[in-house]
């Protein structure tokens, strides 16, 4: 169920995923192995989404 966003947008996966830094982050998608392979989850979806997010330390924002 959508609380907040688009009722048109429906998910059935998510997943969240931390790198050491936004420059691993980088060598790995730049990484002509990963280019390669990451053609088959393009293909597997039928939509997606990427976005990057930054840690909040507790008493930084929500929920403090």
């Not at 998910?11 to 995923?17: C, E, G, M, R």
Request: aromatic letters at 10%.
């Amino acid at each position: 169920m959508t609380l907040t966003g688009p009722g048109s947008e429906t998910w059935d996966l998510a997943f969240i995923a931390e790198y050491p830094n936004a420059d691993a982050f980088i060598a790995m998608v730049r990484d002509p192995e990963y280019r390669e392979l990451v053609q088959h989850r393009t293909a597997g979806v039928a939509d997606s989404r990427l976005i990057r997010m930054s840690p909040v330390e507790p008493g930084e924002g929500f929920g403090e």
